[in-house]
Nanobody, 123 residues
Framework: VQLQAYGGGLVQPGESLRLSCAAS????????MGWYRQAPGKQRELVAS???????????NYADSVKGRFTISRDNTKNTVYLQMNNLKPEDTAVYYC??????????????WGQGTQVTVSS
């Protein structure tokens, strides 16, 4: 299973970015997908996650610092998770990583990280 993340960049405070992460490979089912971030000198932290709880849109979870500004969503037909980031702040600057866990076609559980994508918010 591979995770390919993209969409990072340099923006000014108050602007928006949309991150995408597509999972590919021998996937039977994806249980959850999420975004984490790591700023220089800090530990990696959860930004948002989404599980396929059966309800429309799945079940979501957000860090307090991004609630109301970021929205996570997923397209199960494309095994892709998105992170819409609005009203970005300088403190959102970090490398963003996607993560996914689920069941492979070999019926084994998988839990993988994608490569990071840099988000820089600066005037």
């Amino acid at each position: 299973v591979q995770l390919q993340a993209y969409g990072g960049g340099l923006v000014q405070p108050g602007e928006s970015l949309r991150l995408s992460c597509a999972a590919s490979g021998s996937i039977f089912r994806i249980n959850s997908m999420g975004w984490y971030r790591q700023a220089p000198g800090k530990q990696r932290e959860l930004v948002a996650s989404i599980t396929d709880g059966g309800s429309p849109g799945g079940s979501t979870n957000y860090a307090d610092s991004v609630k109301g500004r970021f929205t996570i969503s997923r397209d199960n037909t494309k095994n892709t998770v998105y992170l819409q980031m609005n009203n970005l702040k300088p403190e959102d600057t970090a490398v963003y990583y996607c993560k996914s866990d689920g069941i492979g076609t070999d019926w084994r559980r998988f839990d993988y990280w994608g490569q990071g994508t840099q988000v820089t918010v600066s005037s």
